[in-house]
């Protein structure tokens, strides 16, 4: 059984930094993709940042030059910085492996002073 887990979110002051870390555990072959999702109250869930098994990255407008992805081996990190009070959300992360789709079950994120 495949199992991802968030953890990293937390309470920060606008402009403050955060690392959300997604560990994926169980049987699963290769991944081919990974990808933080954020949804916040009463909006649609956007794909935030993803990278794929290759190395390759994409990031949505809004968070270009502040956010950044990486991974190893069954982990993916999102360093955030230069927080706003409108990056808060639950992030969660999302894993692709052979047609598979595993999500977790998400940390919250709140930017506020």
């Known amino acids: 059984q495949v199992q991802v887990v968030e953890s990293g979110g937390g309470l920060v002051q606008p402009g403050g930094s955060l690392r959300l870390s997604c560990l994926v555990s169980?049987?699963?072959?290769?991944?081919?993709?990974m990808d933080w999702y954020r949804q916040a109250p009463g909006k649609q869930p956007e794909l935030v940042a993803g990278?794929?098994?290759?190395?390759s990255t994409n990031f949505a407008d809004s968070v270009k030059g502040r956010f950044a992805i990486s991974g190893a081996k069954n982990t993916v990190y999102l360093q955030m910085a230069n927080l706003k009070p409108e990056d808060t959300a639950v992030y969660s992360c999302?894993?692709?492996?052979?047609?598979?789709?595993?999500w977790g079950q998400g940390t919250q994120v709140t930017v506020s002073s």
């Open positions: 169980g049987t699963i072959f290769s991944i081919d993709a």
């Open positions: 999302h894993v692709q492996s052979r047609g598979i789709d595993y």
């Open positions: 990278i794929t098994g290759g190395g």
